[in-house]
Protein backbone atom coordinates (compact mmCIF):
# COMPACT_ATOMS: atom_id res chain seq x y z
CA UNK A 1 0.00 0.00 0.00
CA UNK A 2 1.36 3.59 -0.66
CA UNK A 3 1.97 6.10 1.82
CA UNK A 4 -0.86 8.33 0.77
CA UNK A 5 -2.91 5.54 1.17
CA UNK A 6 -2.06 4.32 4.64
CA UNK A 7 -2.51 7.69 6.01
CA UNK A 8 -5.86 8.56 4.44
CA UNK A 9 -7.46 5.61 5.44
CA UNK A 10 -10.04 6.11 8.48
CA UNK A 11 -7.96 3.53 11.32
CA UNK A 12 -6.14 6.00 13.88
CA UNK A 13 -3.47 5.95 15.04
CA UNK A 14 -1.46 4.74 11.90
CA UNK A 15 0.80 2.61 13.95
CA UNK A 16 4.67 2.23 12.24
CA UNK A 17 7.90 0.37 13.13
CA UNK A 18 11.68 1.31 12.62
CA UNK A 19 14.06 -0.95 12.88
CA UNK A 20 17.91 -1.41 11.48
CA UNK A 21 19.87 -4.48 10.00
CA UNK A 22 21.61 -6.30 12.88
CA UNK A 23 25.04 -5.77 13.27
CA UNK A 24 27.86 -8.08 13.25
CA UNK A 25 25.44 -10.83 12.63
CA UNK A 26 27.57 -13.80 10.83
CA UNK A 27 25.23 -16.59 11.78
CA UNK A 28 21.72 -14.76 11.41
CA UNK A 29 20.94 -15.25 14.72
CA UNK A 30 20.07 -11.34 15.13
CA UNK A 31 17.80 -10.97 12.07
CA UNK A 32 16.29 -14.11 13.65
CA UNK A 33 15.80 -12.19 16.76
CA UNK A 34 15.20 -8.87 15.06
CA UNK A 35 11.64 -11.15 13.40
CA UNK A 36 11.21 -12.46 16.48
CA UNK A 37 10.67 -9.03 17.98
CA UNK A 38 8.58 -7.73 15.28
CA UNK A 39 5.83 -10.56 15.23
CA UNK A 40 5.05 -9.40 19.16
CA UNK A 41 4.58 -6.27 17.62
CA UNK A 42 2.04 -7.75 14.67
CA UNK A 43 -1.11 -8.12 17.53
CA UNK A 44 -1.45 -3.97 17.39
CA UNK A 45 -1.54 -4.16 13.72
CA UNK A 46 1.09 -1.68 12.15
CA UNK A 47 0.23 -0.69 8.53
CA UNK A 48 4.17 -0.26 8.13
CA UNK A 49 7.82 -1.23 8.95
CA UNK A 50 10.70 1.12 7.85
CA UNK A 51 14.40 -0.22 7.99
CA UNK A 52 17.01 2.30 8.06
CA UNK A 53 20.12 2.41 5.90
CA UNK A 54 23.76 2.14 6.82
CA UNK A 55 25.63 5.23 5.93
CA UNK A 56 27.23 4.77 2.25
CA UNK A 57 25.09 1.73 1.80
CA UNK A 58 27.06 -0.54 4.36
CA UNK A 59 24.52 -2.66 5.04
CA UNK A 60 22.37 -2.32 2.06
CA UNK A 61 22.09 -6.35 1.14
CA UNK A 62 20.99 -6.83 5.00
CA UNK A 63 18.47 -4.00 4.27
CA UNK A 64 17.17 -5.59 1.32
CA UNK A 65 16.58 -8.82 2.94
CA UNK A 66 14.60 -7.78 5.89
CA UNK A 67 12.41 -5.70 3.52
CA UNK A 68 11.36 -8.55 1.67
CA UNK A 69 11.15 -10.92 4.62
CA UNK A 70 8.22 -8.18 5.91
CA UNK A 71 6.63 -7.97 3.07
CA UNK A 72 6.86 -11.67 2.04
CA UNK A 73 6.37 -13.23 5.69
CA UNK A 74 4.83 -10.36 7.88
CA UNK A 75 2.61 -9.29 5.31
CA UNK A 76 3.37 -5.53 6.54
CA UNK A 77 3.92 -2.68 3.75
CA UNK A 78 8.18 -2.22 4.26
CA UNK A 79 9.79 1.25 3.29
CA UNK A 80 13.12 1.12 2.78
CA UNK A 81 15.30 4.43 4.08
CA UNK A 82 17.82 5.40 1.76
CA UNK A 83 20.88 7.85 1.61
CA UNK A 84 22.55 9.65 -1.15
CA UNK A 85 25.47 11.38 -0.01
CA UNK A 86 28.02 9.33 -0.82
CA UNK A 87 26.39 7.33 -3.32
CA UNK A 88 26.51 8.03 -7.27
CA UNK A 89 23.49 8.28 -9.51
CA UNK A 90 24.67 4.80 -11.25
CA UNK A 91 24.15 2.83 -7.60
CA UNK A 92 21.09 4.73 -6.61
CA UNK A 93 18.94 3.98 -10.29
CA UNK A 94 20.29 0.15 -9.72
CA UNK A 95 18.88 0.02 -6.11
CA UNK A 96 15.78 1.49 -6.90
CA UNK A 97 15.74 -0.80 -9.62
CA UNK A 98 15.90 -3.50 -7.64
CA UNK A 99 13.60 -2.23 -4.65
CA UNK A 100 11.02 -1.99 -7.89
CA UNK A 101 11.55 -5.79 -8.54
CA UNK A 102 10.19 -6.71 -5.85
CA UNK A 103 7.31 -4.19 -6.00
CA UNK A 104 8.05 -2.09 -3.27
CA UNK A 105 5.97 0.80 -3.17
CA UNK A 106 7.21 3.18 -0.34
CA UNK A 107 10.76 4.93 0.14
CA UNK A 108 12.60 7.57 3.04
CA UNK A 109 14.86 9.12 0.71
CA UNK A 110 17.11 10.92 2.93
CA UNK A 111 20.61 12.78 2.00
CA UNK A 112 22.16 10.90 5.41
CA UNK A 113 24.89 12.44 8.03
CA UNK A 114 28.39 13.92 6.20
CA UNK A 115 30.90 10.89 5.80
CA UNK A 116 33.49 11.72 8.63
CA UNK A 117 36.15 10.28 6.45
CA UNK A 118 35.08 12.62 3.65
CA UNK A 119 33.92 10.15 0.86
CA UNK A 120 31.27 12.23 -0.48
CA UNK A 121 29.75 12.06 -3.54
CA UNK A 122 28.54 15.04 -5.09
CA UNK A 123 26.07 13.76 -7.30
CA UNK A 124 23.14 14.30 -4.78
CA UNK A 125 23.79 17.42 -2.26
CA UNK A 126 20.50 17.03 -0.40
CA UNK A 127 17.71 14.97 0.08
CA UNK A 128 15.58 17.61 -1.74
CA UNK A 129 17.93 16.18 -4.91
CA UNK A 130 16.96 12.66 -4.27
CA UNK A 131 13.26 13.27 -3.92
CA UNK A 132 13.14 14.55 -7.23
CA UNK A 133 15.14 12.41 -8.97
CA UNK A 134 13.04 9.13 -7.53
CA UNK A 135 9.66 10.93 -8.40
CA UNK A 136 11.34 11.60 -12.13
CA UNK A 137 12.53 7.99 -12.42
CA UNK A 138 10.09 5.59 -10.56
CA UNK A 139 6.65 5.18 -9.32
CA UNK A 140 7.58 5.16 -5.60
CA UNK A 141 5.57 6.95 -2.89
CA UNK A 142 8.30 9.05 -0.91
CA UNK A 143 8.72 10.07 2.83
CA UNK A 144 10.84 12.79 4.26
CA UNK A 145 12.75 13.62 7.26
CA UNK A 146 11.78 16.61 9.74
CA UNK A 147 13.62 17.72 12.43
CA UNK A 148 10.93 19.73 14.61
CA UNK A 149 14.24 21.39 16.83
CA UNK A 150 16.26 22.06 13.60
CA UNK A 151 18.12 19.98 12.16
CA UNK A 152 22.15 19.47 13.69
CA UNK A 153 23.89 21.53 11.10
CA UNK A 154 21.53 24.29 10.22
CA UNK A 155 22.45 27.69 11.13
CA UNK A 156 18.53 28.57 12.11
CA UNK A 157 15.34 26.52 12.34
CA UNK A 158 14.15 29.13 9.90
CA UNK A 159 16.31 28.10 7.18
CA UNK A 160 15.85 24.44 8.05
CA UNK A 161 12.19 24.64 7.90
CA UNK A 162 12.42 26.76 3.93
CA UNK A 163 14.72 23.89 2.85
CA UNK A 164 11.98 21.34 4.37
CA UNK A 165 9.15 23.23 2.13
CA UNK A 166 11.42 22.62 -0.81
CA UNK A 167 11.99 18.99 -0.10
CA UNK A 168 8.32 18.36 0.42
CA UNK A 169 7.15 20.24 -2.41
CA UNK A 170 9.22 17.91 -4.82
CA UNK A 171 6.47 15.29 -4.42
CA UNK A 172 7.05 13.66 -0.24
CA UNK A 173 3.70 12.44 0.71
CA UNK A 174 4.60 12.12 4.74
CA UNK A 175 7.11 13.49 7.09
CA UNK A 176 8.53 11.31 9.73
CA UNK A 177 9.87 13.36 12.19
CA UNK A 178 13.27 12.51 14.27
CA UNK A 179 12.67 11.56 17.94
CA UNK A 180 12.02 14.77 20.85
CA UNK A 181 11.61 14.46 24.32
CA UNK A 182 10.04 17.97 24.76
CA UNK A 183 6.20 17.53 23.09
CA UNK A 184 5.71 21.06 22.59
CA UNK A 185 8.34 21.09 19.87
CA UNK A 186 6.55 18.58 17.85
CA UNK A 187 3.34 20.81 18.11
CA UNK A 188 5.02 23.93 16.85
CA UNK A 189 7.15 22.45 13.91
CA UNK A 190 3.26 21.34 12.93
CA UNK A 191 1.90 24.51 13.04
CA UNK A 192 5.06 26.08 11.45
CA UNK A 193 4.71 23.43 8.68
CA UNK A 194 0.87 24.67 8.21
CA UNK A 195 1.93 27.94 8.06
CA UNK A 196 4.97 27.90 5.33
CA UNK A 197 1.87 25.59 3.29
CA UNK A 198 3.54 22.27 4.20
CA UNK A 199 0.39 20.20 4.23
CA UNK A 200 2.08 16.39 4.05
CA UNK A 201 0.89 14.31 7.10
CA UNK A 202 3.72 15.11 9.82
CA UNK A 203 4.04 11.28 12.18
CA UNK A 204 6.02 11.50 14.71
CA UNK A 205 8.93 9.74 15.79
CA UNK A 206 8.91 8.64 19.31
CA UNK A 207 11.80 6.67 21.26
CA UNK A 208 11.06 4.96 24.32
CA UNK A 209 14.13 5.91 26.65
CA UNK A 210 15.90 2.93 28.22
CA UNK A 211 18.89 4.44 29.27
CA UNK A 212 20.73 7.92 31.01
CA UNK A 213 24.16 7.28 29.11
CA UNK A 214 22.52 6.11 25.84
CA UNK A 215 20.00 8.84 25.75
CA UNK A 216 22.68 11.67 26.69
CA UNK A 217 24.69 10.69 23.44
CA UNK A 218 22.17 10.43 21.05
CA UNK A 219 20.22 13.72 22.52
CA UNK A 220 23.71 15.46 22.05
CA UNK A 221 24.36 13.84 18.62
CA UNK A 222 20.83 15.11 17.31
CA UNK A 223 20.71 18.23 18.89
CA UNK A 224 17.30 17.31 20.78
CA UNK A 225 16.56 18.65 24.44
CA UNK A 226 15.86 16.79 27.13
CA UNK A 227 13.37 18.43 29.36
CA UNK A 228 15.17 19.23 33.17
CA UNK A 229 13.01 17.40 34.82
CA UNK A 230 13.22 14.29 32.73
CA UNK A 231 17.13 14.86 32.82
CA UNK A 232 17.17 14.86 36.62
CA UNK A 233 15.14 11.98 37.23
CA UNK A 234 17.04 9.75 34.84
CA UNK A 235 20.22 10.79 36.26
CA UNK A 236 19.28 10.16 39.87
CA UNK A 237 18.38 6.61 38.83
CA UNK A 238 20.94 5.72 35.57
CA UNK A 239 22.10 2.87 37.69
CA UNK A 240 18.61 0.96 37.99
CA UNK A 241 17.82 -0.05 34.84
CA UNK A 242 14.37 -1.93 35.69
CA UNK A 243 13.42 1.86 36.56
CA UNK A 244 15.09 3.58 33.67
CA UNK A 245 13.17 1.44 31.03
CA UNK A 246 9.77 1.68 33.55
CA UNK A 247 10.09 5.66 32.97
CA UNK A 248 10.80 5.42 29.40
CA UNK A 249 7.81 3.70 28.88
CA UNK A 250 5.65 5.65 31.23
CA UNK A 251 7.24 9.01 29.70
CA UNK A 252 6.54 8.11 26.10
CA UNK A 253 2.81 6.86 26.62
CA UNK A 254 2.24 10.16 28.37
CA UNK A 255 3.61 11.77 25.29
CA UNK A 256 1.78 9.60 22.57
CA UNK A 257 -1.44 10.30 24.58
CA UNK A 258 -1.03 14.00 24.12
CA UNK A 259 0.27 13.50 20.29
CA UNK A 260 -2.94 11.97 19.73
CA UNK A 261 -5.29 13.79 21.20
CA UNK A 262 -3.70 16.80 19.26
CA UNK A 263 -4.27 15.61 16.21
CA UNK A 264 -0.96 13.26 15.03
CA UNK A 265 -2.52 10.71 12.95
CA UNK A 266 -0.20 8.19 13.43
CA UNK A 267 2.62 7.40 15.51
CA UNK A 268 6.25 5.92 14.08
CA UNK A 269 7.89 4.22 16.86
CA UNK A 270 12.14 3.91 16.75
CA UNK A 271 11.91 0.08 18.17
CA UNK A 272 15.80 -0.51 18.46
CA UNK A 273 14.81 -3.85 17.32
CA UNK A 274 13.27 -4.26 20.66
CA UNK A 275 9.43 -5.21 21.30
CA UNK A 276 8.67 -4.50 25.06
CA UNK A 277 8.52 -1.22 25.44
CA UNK A 278 7.11 -0.48 22.10
CA UNK A 279 4.31 -2.81 23.37
CA UNK A 280 3.85 -2.08 26.84
CA UNK A 281 3.37 2.13 25.36
CA UNK A 282 1.03 0.52 22.73
CA UNK A 283 -0.91 -1.44 25.80
CA UNK A 284 -1.15 1.72 27.55
CA UNK A 285 -2.51 3.83 25.24
CA UNK A 286 -5.01 1.93 22.66
P1 LIG B 1 18.52 17.17 4.08
O1 LIG B 1 17.05 17.35 3.97
O2 LIG B 1 19.31 17.23 2.82
O3 LIG B 1 19.05 18.23 5.13
C1 LIG B 1 20.40 18.17 5.62
C2 LIG B 1 20.87 19.56 6.03
O4 LIG B 1 21.05 20.38 4.86
C3 LIG B 1 19.90 20.32 6.91
O5 LIG B 1 20.66 21.09 7.83
C4 LIG B 1 19.13 21.22 5.95
O6 LIG B 1 18.66 22.40 6.57
C5 LIG B 1 20.20 21.53 4.91
N1 LIG B 1 19.65 21.65 3.55
C6 LIG B 1 18.65 20.93 2.99
N2 LIG B 1 18.46 21.29 1.72
C7 LIG B 1 19.39 22.25 1.44
C8 LIG B 1 19.71 22.99 0.28
N3 LIG B 1 19.03 22.82 -0.86
N4 LIG B 1 20.73 23.88 0.35
C9 LIG B 1 21.44 24.06 1.50
N5 LIG B 1 21.16 23.38 2.66
C10 LIG B 1 20.15 22.47 2.61
N6 LIG B 1 20.46 8.30 8.49
C11 LIG B 1 20.99 7.19 7.90
O7 LIG B 1 22.20 7.15 7.62
N7 LIG B 1 20.21 6.10 7.63
C12 LIG B 1 18.88 6.07 7.90
O8 LIG B 1 18.21 5.08 7.63
C13 LIG B 1 18.28 7.22 8.51
N8 LIG B 1 16.96 7.27 8.81
C14 LIG B 1 16.40 8.40 9.32
C15 LIG B 1 15.02 8.44 9.56
C16 LIG B 1 14.42 9.59 10.10
C17 LIG B 1 12.93 9.63 10.33
C18 LIG B 1 15.23 10.73 10.43
C19 LIG B 1 14.60 11.95 11.03
C20 LIG B 1 16.60 10.70 10.20
C21 LIG B 1 17.21 9.55 9.63
N9 LIG B 1 18.57 9.47 9.36
C22 LIG B 1 19.13 8.35 8.79
C23 LIG B 1 19.46 10.61 9.71
C24 LIG B 1 19.65 11.58 8.50
O9 LIG B 1 20.30 10.91 7.47
C25 LIG B 1 20.47 12.76 9.00
O10 LIG B 1 19.75 13.54 9.88
C26 LIG B 1 21.10 13.62 7.88
O11 LIG B 1 22.11 14.43 8.48
C27 LIG B 1 20.13 14.54 7.16
O12 LIG B 1 19.35 13.87 6.25
P2 LIG B 1 18.11 14.63 5.55
O13 LIG B 1 17.55 13.72 4.56
O14 LIG B 1 17.22 15.21 6.56
O15 LIG B 1 18.91 15.79 4.80
Request: aromatic share 10%; hydrophobic share 35%; charged share 25%.
Amino acid sequence: MKLKDIYNQDKTPVISYEVFPPKDDTDGEKLENLFEELNKLLVFKPSLISVTYGAGGSNRNESVEIIKRIKEELKITPMPHFTCVSTSTKNIREYLKTLESFDIENILALRGDMPQDGNVCHDFKHADELVQYIKDNTNLSVAIAGYPEGHKECESFEKDMLYLKQKADKGADVIYTQMFFNTEHYFSFVEKCLKLGINQTVIPGVLPVSSYNQILKMADMCKVEIPSKMREILEKHQDDKDYTKKYGIEYASIQCQKLLQNGAKGLHFYTLNKAHAVSEILQNIL
